[in-house]
């Protein structure tokens, strides 16, 4: 027969052990959700597992916060819109509970998640994203709540959690410097001084490669399009506002759109939004939206992805605060009539980038020769007869 004060030191042996893991890591916190809210120089301070985790954090976020307004994109989003630029506005408390990666299909899933998670929701801004409309439809799901409680487990109460609590006392301890981490607004943090003309020397090889799926096809994607409309039908049965963000898009990408034959999915979509909701475009041609390229860019971290800079100068667009030295026609509100003559502009704009960029046209139609010599014989892009 087994002593039972063996089994009374097991017990308290476990919960000393588990007293120790929770103040421990909710001490160090590597993930900013503890409710200690413990923060200090050279333990914690940089979090650098913050990172890569926003299926896991976003929507506990978002049910702990309770803000008033959502950003719900791509990595675009994700890394360009700091929703403190909204405080004092009609739209705080903002959120940014973009996801790198996301699609249509997903952000509706999300958002069907979040007018459960977060009572006080009074408005949803969305960003529109080409990419997301070409192609084959992407059936991937999320934002169950098996999923919520799973994620929130992780956050807490994991190996993970500790490992991670572990390599952050020793980055702080060791480093301490500025690092990529999502920020307690949502948005992604990237630290000051990083080259950007490389990503845009590097684009062609990027986008003609196996990275990429079936880079030419231009195929409307009516399941992206059909989770806009569950999109739009969630909020109209939650009273949400419900706003589209047509975001910057520089000369390079609109090349690429051009040589794929994309302005007329581009057209077809944005008019059917623009007869449903309220869609607002920064994407006309200026001076920041082409930016020269060059090592230290001020509106573009690369290709696609538009500079926090950028991002703070839409925000307070559309929250009507005092902006300055702002490029003509910077915010356009689109509706079905617009669509035809801002796609033209852009158009005509991919002709003037294309004329003072020579040597970057002619490395993008290396890439796209080389790729398409590697394809089987007989291969037909979806721009061509």
Known sequence: MVDSGYFRALALSLLAWLGLYLIFTWTIDPYGVSPIRFSAHGINEIKPKRLDIDR????????????HTIFLGTSRAHQSLDPSVLDGTRFAPAYNASMPAASMEMTAAYLQQYVRLDRKLRTVIVELF????????????????????????????????LWDAIATVAYNAASGRATFQIEPGGFLYRPPGRDTQGPFDRFAGYIWSSQVSEPDKTTFNEGAFQAILEIIEIARANDLELIFLLGPSHGYADYYYDSIAAWDVMAEWLRKLSERVSVYSFSQPNDWVNELIGPHMAYWYDTFHYSQAMGRAMLASLAGLPTRSLPDDFMERLTPQRVTAHVERRREAVKRWASANPALVAQFEDARREWLAAKPQGYQTSHEP
Do not use: C
């Not at 896991?56 to 803000?67: A, M």
């Not at 409309?133 to 956050?155: C, D, K, M, Y």
């Open 56 to 67: 896991l954090i976003k929507p506990y976020e978002v049910w702990r916060y309770q803000p």
């Open 130 to 161: 080409l990419p997301n409309f070409i192609g084959a439809p992407n059936a991937h799901q999320s934002g169950t709540w098996a999923e919520f409680a799973r994620n929130t487990v992780t956050l807490f109460a994991s190996a993970d959690a």
